[in-house]
Nanobody, 123 residues
Framework: QLQLVESGGDLVQPGGSLRLSCVST????????IGWFRQAPGKEREKVSC????????HYADFVKGRFTISRDKDKNAVLLQMDNLKPEDTAVYYC????????????????WGKGTLVTVSS
């Protein structure tokens, strides 16, 4: 079973930036479509962004468009989520997982959930 590990979460002020990383220590990520999701306290998990296995297709939720960028680092076997201009409402635990595919509607989670990484945006 593919196990993904998220990292990079931290406490940051509004307007700040963070870069999250999603890696697998045992398997290549290049054969999987990958998505980032988040869950804020008291809320359901929601899709943030996803990227195709070849890195060509990407999808962003409306609430992060223009602020977040998803990408692949094949040398590090990682999928990155660059988050700029962070807002307090971005506070959540962020998860990555494999997804079925990417279309105009985005993507649906396929794999299991890891521990996630906590992003807190606060002054």
């Amino acid at each position: 079973q593919l196990q993904l590990v998220e990292s990079g979460g931290d406490l940051v002020q509004p307007g700040g930036s963070l870069r999250l990383s999603c890696v697998s220590t045992e398997h290549t990520l290049n054969v999987w479509h990958i998505g980032w999701f988040r869950q804020a306290p008291g809320k359901e998990r929601e899709k943030v962004s996803c990227i195709s296995r070849d890195g060509i297709k990407t999808h962003y939720a409306d609430f992060v468009k223009g602020r977040f960028t998803i990408s692949r680092d094949k040398d590090k076997n990682a999928v990155l989520l660059q988050m700029d201009n962070l807002k307090p409402e971005d506070t959540a635990v962020y998860y990555c997982t494999t997804v079925f595919g990417i279309d105009s509607g985005g993507c649906r989670a396929l794999g299991s959930w890891g521990k996630g990484t906590l992003v807190t945006v606060s002054s």
